[in-house]
């Protein structure tokens, strides 16, 4: 059974930092993409963070490029979101996803459609 666990959202104020972690299990497929996808209240979904685990390529959301950042460890099957300079604006449940190549890389940085398991998501609260 595959599954993805995220954590560490919390409450932060402007201008400062936090590490969210996606830890996945339960599949052997070599190539695939875990990202990152947010949602506020009364917004659509839309995709932050995309890394696949054989290259380390990676996509970001422009409103988050210079600020976030994404890296692997594929000993462990989990994906890291580095987020620094938080904005009020960032505030939202962050979700990680997985799918796998080729279909990932078309829908991570938009609705993440062509993804086929979910975290429970993360949240994060960006305020004074």
């Known amino acids: 059974e595959v599954q993805l666990q995220a954590s560490g959202g919390g409450l932060v104020q402007p201008g400062g930092s936090l590490r969210l972690s996606c830890a996945a299990s339960g599949f052997t497929s070599d190539e695939y993409v875990i990202s990152w996808f947010r949602q506020a209240p009364g917004k659509e979904r839309e995709g932050v963070s995309c890394?696949?685990?054989?290259?380390?390529?990676?996509k970001y959301q422009d409103s988050v490029k210079g600020r976030f950042t994404a890296s692997r460890d594929n000993t462990k099957n989990t994906v890291y979101l580095q987020m620094n300079s938080l904005k009020p604006e960032d505030t939202a449940v962050y979700y990680c996803?997985?799918?796998?190549?080729?279909?990932?890389?078309?829908?991570?940085?938009?609705?993440?459609?062509?993804?086929?398991?979910w975290g429970q998501g993360t949240q994060v609260t960006v305020s004074s």
């Open positions: 996803a997985i799918s796998w190549l080729p279909r990932a890389w078309s829908t991570c940085r938009t609705t993440g459609a062509s993804y086929e398991y």
């Open positions: 890394i696949s685990n054989n290259d380390s390529r990676t």
